[in-house]
């Protein structure tokens, strides 16, 4: 009876490796839900082609990163994580991943620019980008034939669309910096500065200075002329369109669903005058797998093909990173060029860890300016100063 329990004690112990440590001569990955069904799928064929098992544990998205730390700094985890950029800086300067080194020069041509960006620290890129969030400007094409295609000709439209309870544009930006991240940085705001080598300078914020500052004031003139209703948040601007009683909203492509579900004509164009920020969704190589050179030969023979990255778009819509990949897409979703096109014109989510200094202080400024409490200028300069006091700790 002792043996046997013992025995069960062993077997366990190796079944909770095989989830968590990655063993010679089989890829283990952990992915979220939404991706690691088509994962096991391409696992499977990729085993099939090359004999090369293919392990994928599902994990919450929000578990992934800080269990990957953990398990990455005992020397164990997985080979491959499918995660964020913004995951990047804190990961790459701790030295848990690999670069990414087998993307050719016409390769690269094939990935949107801010993809790659989004995934670059210090110099080197160090995830495979697939997926792309970004917001962009929808339309319902029974009130809009031609979009709007700067920042006064969107006020000017959506004010004239205005009244009775219907809206000209339904804009969720009030405690939200990542919806006012379009006008504050296309009138010329900016969270970080570069240094000459193109990283990220921590220390040259800018969100204070008189871009930003007309950007704020652009948003804030939004609410003072009625356009958008004080405190409307992103799921009051959502039901307004996808009800009807909006003309024009501003939202990511994750929104489409919703929209196809309620029945809207609808089409999409980059927000006019707008820089928004790009979340990119991409594959990761553990530094500490035992496996780095089949890690790199699925990823460079399997994943970053057009086939496969389009099965994954198929699994998991964003905005494909490659443009055969989108191209292909847009004959089953014409809605994606829109997005596509707004890429030309994006900054990635700062990859740094001092990132996660600048949300809360940004979201008060915004807050503040809107409701009429401070100006944009007093509040966005409170909110630099915040953040370089939180960035100095």
């Known amino acids: 009876m002792k043996r046997l329990v013992v025995l069960t004690i062993v077997i366990l112990a190796l079944l909770t490796m095989s989830v968590f440590a990655a063993t010679p001569g089989q890829l283990l990955i952990w992915a979220d839900s939404t991706r690691a069904p088509i994962l096991t799928q391409l696992g499977n064929e990729f085993q099939a082609v090359y004999g090369i098992p293919v392990k994928v544990v599902e994990m919450n998205f929000g578990d992934i990163r800080t269990k990957f730390i953990t398990a990455a700094a005992a020397n164990e985890g997985p080979d491959i994580i499918v995660g964020a950029n913004d995951w990047v800086g804190e990961l790459a300067a701790d030295g848990l991943l690999t670069p990414i080194t087998f993307l050719s020069s016409d390769q690269l041509k094939q990935f949107a620019p801010s993809s790659l960006q989004a995934f670059s620290y210090g110099g080197k890129l160090y995830g495979l980008p697939y997926g792309i969030d970004v917001l962009g400007l929808f339309y319902n094409k029974d009130y809009v034939t031609n979009p709007p295609t700067t920042p006064d000709q969107l006020f000017t439209m959506a004010q004239q669309m205005t009244a009775g309870g219907f809206y000209g544009l339904a804009y969720g930006v009030y405690g939200n910096p990542y919806f006012s991240a379009p006008f504050i940085q296309g009138f010329g705001g900016y969270v970080f500065g570069t240094n000459p080598d193109g990283s990220l300078n921590p220390n040259d914020i800018g969100l204070a200075n008189s871009g930003a500052v007309a950007g704020l004031n652009y948003i804030v003139k939004l609410f003072t002329s009625g356009i958008i209703?004080?405190?409307?948040?992103?799921?009051?601007?959502?039901?307004l369109f996808t009800s009807g009683k909006a003309a024009m909203l501003i939202d990511g492509e994750w929104e489409v669903p919703a929209i196809q579900q309620a029945g809207i004509n609808f089409g999409v164009a980059p927000i006019p005058g707008g820089k928004p920020f790009v979340g990119v969704q991409g594959f990761m190589i553990s530094s500490k797998s035992p496996n780095q050179i089949q890690a790199m030969e699925f990823m460079s023979d399997y994943i970053n093909t057009p086939d496969t990255m389009y099965k994954i778009w198929q699994a998991d819509p964003r905005i494909?990173?490659?443009?055969?990949?989108?191209?292909?897409?847009?004959?089953?979703?014409?809605?994606l060029k829109g997005f596509v096109d707004a890429l030309s014109n994006t900054t990635p989510m700062p990859n740094i860890?001092?990132?996660?200094?600048?949300?809360?202080?940004?979201?008060?400024?915004?807050n503040l300016a809107v409701s009429g409490k401070e100006s944009s200028q007093a509040a966005l300069t409170t909110a630099v100063q915040q953040i370089q006091q939180a960035i100095s700790k």
């Open 229 to 239: 209703p004080q405190g409307e948040d992103n799921n009051t601007a959502d039901n």
């Open 320 to 335: 494909p990173a490659r443009y055969d990949v989108a191209a292909k897409a847009e004959a089953v979703a014409p809605w």
């Open 353 to 366: 860890p001092q990132m996660a200094s600048v949300w809360n202080a940004w979201t008060n400024a915004i």
